[in-house]
């Protein structure tokens, strides 16, 4: 049933692991993976008119707006896959305004997980950062380099992977961050970020452990 099905988001600064925690994330636990970066980059390569639009904004670090953003996660959502698996939004609500959106077309979700890492590591990480336009992995020259030739060949950088870039991408993190945590603090969890991958991933398990037991616990009948 829907009550048995997980429904998670995923927040933290640009760069804080938010990708690379969703593919470990859902190699586990087969939930359906939202990104709003994702979505908006796709948007972008069809070459409309809302993917210009989001692309001015993203270049210079600011909040897509509401219009774009909000329909854009909402139809994605409400796909039969996500509502049958269970979803992992990540990147979305970033504002008061698209928590509010939300609760308008989903049900209450299960835990905030929210990545903490220093600035002064995200800025390494984003300058080091790659991606498999194959796969669509996330690498990172230092940290998870290629494991061959043929991808490190092929490695592409994000258009606002810079480190001017991060920067401004940061200061728009800090500015929204309070009131969406103030929003969620009580299905809240926070991680630290600045370890290993592995690490990180292993405090995310054991989070969804325990609410996938309480969940168990609480749908049982007697
Ligand atoms: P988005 O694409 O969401 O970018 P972001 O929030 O800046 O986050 P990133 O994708 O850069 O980082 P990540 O946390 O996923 O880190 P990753 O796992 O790749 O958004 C882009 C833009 O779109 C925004 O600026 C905004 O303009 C717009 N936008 C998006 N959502 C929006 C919304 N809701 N509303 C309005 N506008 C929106 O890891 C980073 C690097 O570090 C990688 O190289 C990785 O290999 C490495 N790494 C990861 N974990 C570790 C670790 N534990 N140790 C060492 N290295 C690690």
Redesign the pocket.
């Known amino acids: 049933s829907q009550q048995g099905l997980l429904r998670i988001m995923i927040s ?1 600064a ?7 925690q969703c593919e470990l994330i859902t190699a586990k636990y087969g939930l359906v993976h939202i ?4 979505l ?1 980059r796709e948007e972008i390569a069809s070459g409309s008119e809302n993917g210009k639009m989001a692309k001015e ?2 270049e210079k ?4 707006p509401d219009e774009i ?1 909000v329909m854009m996660v909402k139809e994605r959502i409400l796909k039969p896959d996500s509502l049958e698996k269970g979803w992992l939004l990540d ?4 504002s008061l305004s ?1 928590a509010t959106a939300l609760k308008e077309f989903v049900l209450q979700p299960d835990l905030f997980i929210l990545l903490e890492v220093p600035d002064d590591i995200l800025v390494e ?2 300058v ?2 790659r991606l498999d336009p194959v796969t669509g992995k ?3 020259l230092k ?2 380099p290629p494991e061959n030739e043929e991808i490190a060949s092929r490695l592409a950088q994000r258009f ?1 992977d810079t480190e001017e870039k991060v920067k401004l ?1 940061l200061q ?1 993190h800090h500015q929204n961050v309070e009131a969406v945590v103030a929003m969620y603090k009580d299905i809240m969890v926070k991680i630290d ?1 600045s ?3 592995e690490d ?1 991933f292993a405090q995310i398990d054991r989070a969804l452990t325990k609410v996938l037991e309480q969940k168990a616990a609480s749908g049982t009948v007697i």
């Open positions: 933290g640009p760069a804080s692991g938010k990708g690379t990104a709003a970066g994702d908006l904004y993203m670090g600011q909040l897509v953003v990147g979305y609500p970033r698209q990480r984003v080091g950062r996330i690498y990172h940290y998870s606002d991408r728009t970020g370890v290993s991958k990180v």
